[in-house]
């Protein structure tokens, strides 16, 4: 069974820029995650949907962060524009149902100049 | 605020020895605890898990213990290989209708040979 896929793996941008990542969850998953993980400390849920719909965005600062689900499967997550305190770690998880098991990608690498 | 707390940034071991790593919470709504592996440049791989009804999970090498009224969570590696050389992040979750995980700062764990 294919893991999560993330791409880029790694994004240098300069403050003001807009970067988007990409996330393809396990298939059949139906609850799709995104974290933010900054140096030196544990993931921090920004969004989390279950199929297309939104189930949490509480932590996600939305006046430069978004994300979509558009078709239930895939994700995006946009940072427009970036600032210095972005860079970080973009985590993608997904979960059979909304309370099973999360599952990692590999991460996309942010560095904000 | 954080709710999940690993108070030792690094431990060593000798291989072959038992390895404890440590966590606390203070969040007496966690009902559900994991624990996650992880690797340079790879997202998290999930370990191993235990439900607030159990004070006790076991898995081959891996135990995680709960203590709830004192809000500590602990794993024991035995015996410790080289290959459990890794940042350990212990995640707790609610009973809410999401599912949003809440991580320590993370262990890293050197197994020495």
């Known amino acids: 069974e294919a893991g999560v896929a993330q791409s880029p793996r790694y994004k240098i941008i300069e403050k003001r820029q807009s970067v988007a990542f990409w996330c393809n969850p396990i298939s059949g998953h139906a609850t799709l995650y995104w974290y933010q993980q900054i140096l030196g400390q544990g993931p921090k849920l920004l969004i989390q949907?279950?199929?297309?719909?939104?189930?949490?965005d509480s932590q996600l600062p939305k006046d430069r962060f978004s994300a979509e689900r558009l078709k239930g499967v895939d994700s995006t997550l946009k940072i427009q524009p970036a600032k210095l305190e972005d860079s970080a770690v973009y985590l993608c998880?997904?979960?059979?149902?909304?309370?099973?098991?999360?599952?990692f990608g590999p991460g996309t690498r942010l560095l904000v100049l | 605020d954080q709710q999940v707390k690993q108070n030792s940034p690094s431990l060593s071991v000798q291989e072959g020895r038992i390895s404890i790593l440590n966590c606390d919470y203070t969040n007496s709504m966690f009902d559900y605890f994991l624990w996650y592996k992880k690797y340079p440049a790879e997202g998290p791989t999930f370990l191993i898990s235990?439900?607030?009804?159990?004070d006790k999970n076991e898995d081959g090498r891996f135990t995680v213990f709960l203590n709830k009224s004192a809000k500590h969570l602990s794993l024991h590696i035995v015996p410790s290989q080289p290959g459990d050389s890794a940042v350990y992040f212990c995640?707790?979750?609610?009973?809410?209708?999401?599912?949003?995980?809440?991580f320590g700062t993370g262990t890293r764990l050197t197994v020495i040979p």
């Open positions: 998880a997904s979960s059979s149902q909304v309370q099973e098991t999360q599952y």
């Open positions: 995640a707790a979750s609610a009973p809410t209708g999401a599912n949003n995980l809440f």
């Open positions: 949907f279950q199929n297309n719909g939104v189930v949490d």
């Open positions: 235990i439900s607030s009804i159990k």
